[in-house]
């Protein structure tokens, strides 16, 4: 599938006053110039000016730069656990372990006391001197499009449309 026609949705006049806010936020959790979506990137930021964060203020923080809540905690593990198991790694556990995702019904008891901190890649990512999907191979699905690097769709967030890179 193609990423574009949710560019066609976003400008169809439709009676649903969210929709429009709702898709334009979609497209940002496309891979940028960087090779990171606009959720990794908040995340990026929020440990940039921190020296550590435990997961649930990473989240926190996250959330408060998004104009309405766009994505609950267990989608937001995930993404993190990509950001640390990647070969060049945006963030890494303060014990070098391996981050680990709270169990459906209950979390380890040490889920929260765990601190995750930005590593160098992440800066550069930031910084633009590093695209991340040349290091880090991708495979999900955004919107209804499969991404699976390389060549996998990107939002430019200079022209606001879809490139396939």
Not at 22 to 29: A, D, N, P, V
Not at 83 to 101: G, H, I, K, V, Y
Not at 140 to 159: A, E, H, K, M, Y
């Amino acid at each position: 599938l193609n990423p574009r026609s949710l560019e066609s949705i976003a400008a169809f006049d439709t009676r649903l006053p969210f929709l429009k806010a709702g898709i334009e936020r979609l497209k940002h959790e496309y891979p940028d110039q960087q090779g990171i979506s606009l959720t990794e990137r908040h995340a990026l930021t929020v440990l940039a000016g921190s020296v550590s964060a435990a997961p649930y203020e990473l989240f926190g923080n996250v959330r408060l730069k998004e104009a309405v809540p766009f994505m609950g905690d267990a989608s937001f593990w995930r993404i993190l656990q990509a950001m640390t198991e990647s070969a060049q790694p945006l963030m890494t556990c303060d014990d070098q372990a391996r981050f680990e995702l709270p169990g459906l019904y209950q979390h380890a008891d040490n889920f929260n006391e765990r601190r995750l901190a930005i590593t160098d890649a992440g800066r550069a990512v930031l910084a633009g001197e590093l695209d991340w999907l040349v290091e880090h191979a991708i495979h999900r699905w955004v919107g209804g499009v499969r991404l699976q690097s390389p060549g996998c769709w990107r939002f430019d967030t200079n022209t606001q449309s879809f490139v396939r890179k």
